[in-house]
């Protein structure tokens, strides 16, 4: 009886133990769980780091895109990315008259294709340190892995660290970053 207790309790951790590894897989992010099985707007509607976000890709009428097949990258400016911009930079992108910039600002943050940060880590080791891509809103981004940190830096120079790598979705993967991408200009 007692071997047939230690068995269901070691199999009971060892079930526990798988079910956060697959967990720590898709890591929670701005407070709530992320599901693989879910898409892009499924699940950036429940990160309460990502409210700006959200209410500029529905601003910018993205909504249905995102919730596409893709497959997408998506580069996920937390709301203080949002809020470390000029001020009234967002309220303005924001305005109906201004839906074309903010569309361009936001497609900038896309790239059309699935890119794991081992993915992006490869492709800049193969390029000599550095990898540039196109987005879905003809940006052009440079991705950089240096000892297991990636950075993207737009086509102004400025750089965005991915605080949270690697957050699968149905239709593609979210990486957060800490900086807002923006077009030149």
Known sequence: MRKLATLLLASTLGFSALGAAAYAANPMVGGAPMYAKKNIIENAV?????????????????VDTLQGAGPFTVFAPTNEAFAALP??????LLKPENKDKLTKVLTCHVVAAKALAADVAKMAKADGGAHQVKTVG????TLKAE??????????????HVTIA???QSNGVIHVIDKVLLPKM
Do not use: I, M, P, W
């Open 46 to 62: 429940n990160s309460k780091d990502h409210t700006t976000l959200v209410a500029a890709v529905k601003a910018a009428g993205l």
């Open 138 to 141: 003809g940006c052009a981004l």
């Open 166 to 168: 690697d957050v699968r």
């Open 87 to 92: 001020a009234g930079t967002v309220d303005t």
């Open 147 to 160: 000892k297991g940190k990636l950075t993207v830096t737009d086509e102004n120079g400025n750089v965005a």
